[in-house]
């Protein structure tokens, strides 16, 4: 078994599936983790937003954003948002699962779609909402040697992981944190079946009761 194959198999044993589509009105987002095999490693592809957006701007973030009422579901919702943002076609993604919703600092339900892509896969972004694309090795969200946290943050349960990254090819440094650090931790985690150098705020081999415990406490609340 290669190791397409041997992720792909460890992260379906986390799709949660339709589990929570019948969630009370919620506004929902998705975003597509797309993972891909580079020299026999893992890889994830990221994007900087453009400073132009009245959201998020100038962040790193996956490929990723609202649902729209056309979207049949989550998957829908994630590969029509890679498209639009990077060039990425629906029929490039080869989609493994879907992941435990949580719920972002705006207050919507954002579920993470992990899918598998092309190493030759050659992004187009659109510059209305993505400056750069680039590419991350699925391990350096396991390492504490980039890796930076602080505790009590406003809004967040657990710390707030923050990375730096810099790419190799470009020279350019990236900052990675907030609810993008939390799922690149999480699908690093799973898919490497590695625990992480630093302290995560949940149980890495188990995270979904943590994740499960933190969305009914904020739905008790609405």
């Known amino acids: 078994m290669d190791i397409k194959e041997e992720t792909t198999a460890i992260l379906k044993r986390f799709d949660i599936g339709n589990k929570f589509s019948n969630l009370p009105v919620l ?4 975003v597509l983790i797309p993972l891909f095999v580079k020299n026999g490693e893992l890889y994830t592809l990221m994007t900087l937003r453009s400073k ?8 790193v973030c996956f490929p990723g954003g609202k649902r729209d009422p ?7 919702t994630a590969l029509r948002e890679a498209e639009e943002e990077i060039g990425l076609t629906p029929d490039a993604v080869q989609v493994v699962c879907r992941l435990f919703p949580i719920i972002n600092k705006s207050g919507l339900l954002v579920t993470p779609v992990v899918g598998f892509i092309e190493e030759s896969f ?4 659109n510059p209305a909402e993505v400056s750069t694309v680039f590419t991350v090795p699925l391990d350096f969200f396991t390492s504490k040697k980039d890796h930076f946290a602080a505790h009590g943050a406003a ?8 990375f730096y990254f810099v790419d190799p090819d470009s020279g350019s440094q990236y900052h990675i944190w907030g609810l993008t650090a939390v799922l690149a931790i999480l699908v690093a985690a799973l898919a490497l079946r590695k625990k992480p150098e630093f302290d995560v705020g949940f ?20």
């Open 70 to 76: 056309s979207d049949r579901d989550d998957v829908d």
């Open 203 to 222: 149980d890495s081999e188990d995270p979904f009761s943590f994740f499960q415990q933190i969305l009914h406490r904020r739905l008790s609340k609405l």
């Open 155 to 162: 809004g967040m349960v657990g710390p707030l992981h923050s």
């Open 27 to 30: 506004p929902k987002a998705s």
């Open 52 to 59: 132009e957006l009245r959201t998020s701007a100038g962040e």
């Open 122 to 125: 050659c992004p187009c972004p």
